[in-house]
Every structure is written in structure tokens, then in C-alpha cells.
């Protein structure tokens, strides 16, 4: 598997407010992240490999990437670039750094912003999900099934909770505890 961008930086003002400023360099780790992390780990090796080979004479796929992939991806890609933005990794761990011509936005700010993106990504994977589910997984001839809900289980949720540190007493008496 080569990797080949399916979106880049010009991509994200459609989308995002995002500034010009910002290097290429400092965005394509999180678009690679977005695409080859989460995208294919959504989907199987064919229909990954067709999205990002050449999509001559591919109408089909080629309209669902523009209109349902590239969206997803650019919020997926966007919301890593936010999470990481101003934090610089050195050998004395997590820093930020402090510039006297700005102020650094604050945990509560930077927190209501991820929220915001999480959940247009959040939709746009629903879109992108009920798109490719409404075409019958059917795309310039080709079916694919890496999202076959019969081979799916539904694991049953395991966790019990229990009362810890108060005895059941025999009807009638009090412990005298609340």
C-alpha cells in the first residue's frame, strides 16, 4: 500500500477557518493520521486501495470521495491539527510556546473547539457511512463488503456494578448508617 493524499491544506478553508501561515509540514502528519489510521481502519485493502489509486473512469467512487470522503477526512485531519497545534515535543517533554504578540487560548476554549469538530467529523462519517450503505456498497460495478453487518457480533456488556462495604442485614434490624 502507497500512500497517496487524498486531501491537502488548500482543501481545509472549505470546511475550517485556516490560515495560510500555517506550513504544509505542520498539517500532512494529521491529514496521513486521518487517512491511514482512521479511514482505513474503517474500511477494507480493496476499496481503500481503489479510493486512492487513479480514478479514471471511476465516476462513481470518484463523486463519493469529493462529496463524503474528503469531508470526513479534512474534519478528521483537523481536529488532530487542533488537538496538537502550538504544543512542540522537546527533550524536557510537552511545551508551549509563549510569544509576547499573542496569548495562548485557553484548555476551556481549545476543548469547545475539538467538540465542534468532533461532531461535524462525527457527521460526516454518518453521511459517508448511510451514502455508501444507500448504493448497495455498489461502485463502477464493483461490490464491496468491508461493512457486512452478518459477520458482525454484538459483544454483551460485562461490567457489573456492586455495593462495596455494606452488609445486608436480616429484615427488621438497623445498622445505623444513613
Known amino acids: 500500500m502507497s500512500y497517496r493524499p487524498l486531501i491537502k491544506k488548500s482543501d481545509f478553508k472549505i470546511y475550517f477557518k485556516f490560515s495560510d501561515n ?17 479511514f482505513f481502519s474503517w474500511c477494507d485493502n480493496d476499496f481503500y486501495n481503489d479510493v ?5 473512469n471511476r465516476p462513481q467512487l470518484e463523486t463519493l470521495l469529493n462529496n463524503y470522503i474528503k469531508p470526513y477526512l479534512i474534519a478528521s485531519s483537523y481536529y488532530k491539527f487542533l ?17 509576547d504578540t499573542s496569548v495562548e487560548l485557553s484548555d476551556k476554549a481549545r476543548a469547545e473547539l475539538l467538540a465542534d469538530v468532533e461532531h461535524k467529523k462525527n457527521i460526516y462519517l454518518n453521511k459517508l ?13 464493483i ?4 461493512y457486512d453487518d452478518s459477520n458482525k457480533s454484538n459483544p454483551k456488556n460485562t461490567m457489573r456494578i456492586k455495593q462495596v462495604g455494606r452488609l445486608k442485614l436480616p429484615k427488621g434490624k438497623f445498622d445505623g448508617c444513613c
Open 129 to 141: 457511512t448511510q451514502k455508501i450503505y444507500n448504493d448497495g456498497y455498489l461502485y463502477d460495478g
Open 22 to 38: 500555517i506550513k504544509d509540514n505542520e498539517i500532512d502528519l494529521h491529514i496521513r493520521d486521518a487517512q491511514e489510521v482512521e
Open 143 to 146: 461490490t464491496y463488503t468491508f
Open 83 to 99: 488537538l496538537w497545534h502550538g504544543r512542540n515535543v522537546s527533550q524536557y517533554g510537552l511545551r508551549v510556546n509563549n510569544e
Open 52 to 56: 486512492t489509486g487513479t480514478l479514471t
